[in-house]
């Protein structure tokens, strides 16, 4: 995948068009999951769960967030953007232009949020993944290019 895969996919409030009570609802949960999920996730025999490392565009935080995310055949990592670009992770890596993905017990420092349509981005998931997105009607995802390693240092900071 590459930039000039990306394609101009219409800005939807949220992909799953949920309501503000169910959007507090899943934050909530999320508080109390995400500690549990963050054990596992990235690990070496967890491949469907990455850890998406950024920092906060207001305070600087560091978080440490689980989600779905794929490496690309042309480098780099795609993660579908279910709830929308007002997901508080994709506006903070949007604000810092990069982050780390820790996939698979390994850390992969990423640049370049772009918002990537489902054809763009599907060949990157496994067959039953693919189907899920579709079932639940995911229409955005975020493209983040990989840095060369010998960048990583620099990019990180």
């Known amino acids: 995948m590459s930039a000039a895969h990306a394609h101009d996919v219409p800005a939807r409030p949220n992909a799953l068009g949920l309501g503000p009570r169910a959007r507090r ?15 596992f996730a990235g690990g070496p025999h967890m491949p469907v ?3 998406l490392r950024h920092r906060g ?5 560091e978080y440490a967030t689980p989600l779905g995310s794929r490496p690309t055949a042309g480098g780099g990592f795609v993660i579908p953007l279910t709830f929308g670009e007002a997901s508080g992770w994709y506006r903070n890596i ?4 990069r982050c780390v993905i820790t996939w698979r017990g390994s850390d992969h420092t990423v640049t370049g949020p772009v918002i990537v349509d489902r054809a763009a981005a599907l060949p990157a998931f ?4 693919r189907l899920a997105l579709r079932l639940i009607g995911v229409q955005q995802f975020v493209w983040l290019r990989g840095v060369p390693p010998a960048d990583a240092g620099s990019a990180a900071a």
Do not use: C, H, K
């Open 49 to 51: 769960l990455g850890v």
């Open 57 to 61: 565009r207001r305070t600087g935080r």
């Open 126 to 129: 496994p067959r039953y993944e």
């Open 25 to 39: 609802l899943i934050r909530s949960v999320a508080r109390v999951v995400n500690p549990l999920v963050l054990r």
């Open 94 to 97: 949007r604000a810092a232009g």
